[in-house]
C-alpha cells in the first residue's frame, strides 16, 4: 500500500470502528466497501485481522454487560452452523443462498415492526447462532440474525454479548481461511498495519457509546438488518 492508500484504510476502519464499539454492529457495512476501493486484497483477510482486534477490546471493556446465557447458547449455536454452511457451499448455489437469506433477514424485520417480539429463549438463541454460522460461512454476513435478537436490549448488553461471537467468528474465519490456503503472512502484516485505525475507533466509541440514546438502539438494529440484506441483494446482481 501506498502512503495515501493506508491513511485511508485507517480512516475507514476508524469510522468503522468507532461504530461498531458504539452500538454493536456496523463494522462490515462501512469498512469493508472503502477497503475495497484501496485494494480488494485487504478483504477479508486483512480486515478479519484488525476486526478481532476491534471485538477483543470491545469484550474487555463491556463484558460486565454481556448476556452470559445468550453468549453460551449463540456459541453452541454458531458451530453447526458452521458446519452445516460448508456442507451447503459445496452442494448448493451461493448466490441461491444469498437471496434466500436477504430475504429472510427483510421478512424477520417485517415481523419485528408490525410488533412480534423475538424471543431471548434457548431455542432462538441456538437457532441465532446457528443462522449466523450458516450465513457467515456461506455469504460472508452473519450479523443481522445476532442483532435481532437482542434488538429490544441496551447497547452495553449487545455490545457485550456479540462482540465475543464477533471475535470467535472471526478467529474461525481466519483459521478455515488459513487451512486452505487464502491467508498469507501478507495478509497479517496488512490487518496489523490498519490495527491502529481500529483502535482509533474504539477510542472514539468510548466516548460515543453512553451518549447513545436508548431508543436509537432498535433502530439502529433494524436499519443495519435492512442495508445488509439490501447489500447481499446488490452483491447478488452485481
Known sequence: ???????????????????HG???????????????????ELIPGPMLCAGVILTLLITVRDWS????????????GRTPGMVLGALA??????????????????????VSVAGVSLPQTTPALFGAGALSGLMGTTIGVGGPPLTLVYQRSSGSEIRGTLA??????????????????????????RGLLLAPGMVVGFAVSGW???????????????????????????????
Do not use: C
Open 89 to 110: 457451499v459445496t452442494w448448493l448455489s451461493t448466490t441461491g443462498l444469498a437471496i434466500v437469506f436477504a430475504f429472510a433477514i427483510l421478512a424477520l424485520v417485517a
Open 1 to 19: 500500500m501506498t502512503g495515501a492508500e493506508l491513511a485511508f484504510g485507517l480512516a475507514a476502519l476508524a469510522i468503522g470502528g468507532a461504530l
Open 208 to 238: 460515543v457509546a453512553p451518549r447513545i440514546k436508548p431508543s436509537v438502539v432498535r433502530p439502529a438494529v433494524l436499519v443495519f438488518a435492512v442495508a445488509s440484506a439490501i447489500a447481499i441483494l446488490v452483491r447478488v446482481a452485481i
Open 164 to 189: 465475543p461471537i464477533q471475535s470467535f467468528g472471526a478467529a474461525t474465519s481466519l483459521g478455515a481461511l488459513a487451512v486452505v490456503g487464502e491467508l498469507e503472512l501478507g495478509d497479517l502484516g
Open 22 to 40: 458504539s452500538i454493536g454492529f456496523g463494522l462490515g457495512l462501512v469498512a469493508a466497501p472503502l477497503l475495497v476501493l484501496i485494494d480488494p
Open 65 to 76: 454487560s454481556a448476556d452470559f446465557r445468550g453468549v453460551k447458547w449463540l456459541l453452541v
